[in-house]
């Protein structure tokens, strides 16, 4: 039975966690570390799991677990590769969620070759999120068996090109926040024309549940034309989204995230 190690147990690594409960791994198989020791408690209440322990205990946590996942922020990993590297053995397998931390990177501190870069979004954790896998090494095969059985449920994309992990980590990783932001103006304008909080939350979500719908049969621009027609109100809105360019401002708004990841690869000593 494999056993896995979560380094760096914040919102993504919770969220691994989940899914890896919720496709049934036991609960015996996982254990984690975290930076912040004010929350332990919390997440050891929230995941209903005890091996969870401060940073200080990452080379316990690793000493037997078949794969070891390093969710730390880019900052940290630098700081978490010296301090594990000389407990990894060969027949383990590391697996970043760091964005912007290419392979390489990882290999030239670690010297191991079993790495695989992952780019999971939060969904994982109800099995409805995208994840992104890439490997140089890792055979396909062991890819597929270990993200079935860890994220079945949520969409699994395999890439043959590392650079598609960085994209998908603005497009997948950020993707949900940028929604959640106009959905929640769309929800502050409709308390504002007099909705109740429960009544709109339920008509954004559902509207985005029907949205997600229409993608899987329509192209974007088909759902568009469907919808706005001429003199209409959602003309009138798309209008006045485009006089103001907000089309150009999320163009960019994802160009500001690409190029921060870019950065951080750059900035890595």
Same mark, same amino acid.
């Given at each position: 039975m @494999?056993?896995?190690? +979560?380094?760096?147990c914040g919102n993504l690594g919770k969220a691994i966690i989940k899914s890896?409960?919720?496709?049934?791994?036991?609960?015996?198989? +996982?254990?984690?570390?975290?930076?912040?020791?004010?929350?332990?408690?919390? +997440?050891?209440?929230?995941?209903?799991?005890?091996s969870i322990y401060d940073y200080t205990q990452n080379r316990r946590v690793i000493k037997n677990s078949?794969?070891?996942?390093?969710?730390?922020k880019p900052f940290d990993i630098k700081r978490t590769l010296l301090d594990i590297k000389g407990h990894i053995s060969p027949n383990q397998t590391v697996i970043s969620t760091a964005a912007g931390v290419d392979i390489n990177y990882i290999r030239n501190i670690i010297n191991r070759k079993n790495i695989i870069r992952l780019m999971p979004n939060i969904g994982i954790a109800y099995n409805k999120g995208v994840v992104g896998v890439y490997s140089d090494n890792v055979k396909h095969k062991q890819l597929s068996l270990l993200c079935n059985k860890l994220f079945r449920g949520s969409k699994i994309i395999y890439v043959d090109n590392e650079k598609s992990i960085d994209i998908m980590t603005v497009l997948s990783g950020?993707?949900?926040?940028?929604?959640?932001?106009?959905?929640?103006? *769309?929800?502050?304008?409709?308390?504002?024309?007099?909705? @109740?909080?429960?009544?709109?939350?339920?008509? +954004?979500?559902s509207t985005l549940i029907?949205? @997600?719908?229409?993608?899987?049969?329509?192209k974007y621009d088909e759902i568009i034309y469907q919808i706005a027609s001429k003199g209409g109100a959602t003309q009138a809105g798309l209008d006045f989204l485009i006089k103001n360019k907000v089309d150009e401002?999320? *163009?960019?708004?994802?160009?500001? @995230?690409?190029n921060r990841i870019n950065n951080i690869n750059k900035g890595l000593d």
């Open positions: @494999s056993i896995i190690s +979560i380094i760096g890896a409960l919720n496709n049934g791994v036991k609960k015996e198989c +996982i254990n984690a570390t975290i930076f912040n020791k004010n929350k332990l408690g919390n +997440i050891r209440n929230d995941l209903n799991i005890k078949n794969y070891i996942f390093l969710c730390v950020c993707g949900p926040a940028f929604i959640s932001f106009f959905a929640e103006k *769309m929800y502050q304008q409709g308390l504002k024309y007099g909705l @109740s909080k429960s009544v709109c939350r339920e008509i +954004i979500t029907t949205s @997600s719908s229409l993608f899987n049969n329509l401002i999320y *163009m960019r708004t994802l160009d500001n @995230s690409y």
